[in-house]
């Protein structure tokens, strides 16, 4: 089993820069995150395999943000720069026990965390 919380969501401005953590128990392999737009449905954001070896990015955040993992304090971060409002949404951590990427099915979920981007 693995449990998974969130922080570090806010109130930024447009072109601001937030960092958001997520801390995991048990044994996570690969990590991600998405995120859920008011409106919309839950969407993928950023994912990292096991060893932090290989990362993905859907388009629209790429080259903005960036995932990262750290296995002995088990967190799993996302460095978010050039904010847009478009980024406003709920952010929610994932993990899943297998240890490589290659599909967006993950079987664990924290809570969520809230950005929220002004213009």
């Known amino acids: 089993q693995v449990q998974l919380v969130e922080s570090g969501g806010g109130l930024v401005q447009e072109g601001s820069s937030l960092k958001l953590s997520c801390v995991a128990s048990?044994?996570?392999?690969?990590m991600a995150w998405f995120r859920q737009a008011p409106g919309k449905e839950r969407e993928p954001v950023a994912a990292?395999?096991?060893?932090?070896?290989?990362?993905d990015y859907v388009d629209s955040v790429k080259g903005r943000f960036t995932i990262s993992r750290d296995n002995v304090k088990k967190t799993l971060s996302l460095q978010m720069n050039s904010l847009k409002p478009d980024d406003t949404a709920v952010y929610y951590c994932?993990?899943?026990?297998?240890?490589?990427?290659?599909?967006?099915?993950?079987?664990?979920w924290g809570q969520g965390t809230q950005v929220v981007v002004s213009s």
């Open positions: 994932a993990a899943d026990r297998r240890i490589v990427l290659g599909t967006w099915e993950y079987e664990y």
């Open positions: 048990g044994r996570p392999g690969a």
């Open positions: 990292i395999n096991w060893s932090g070896g290989a990362t």
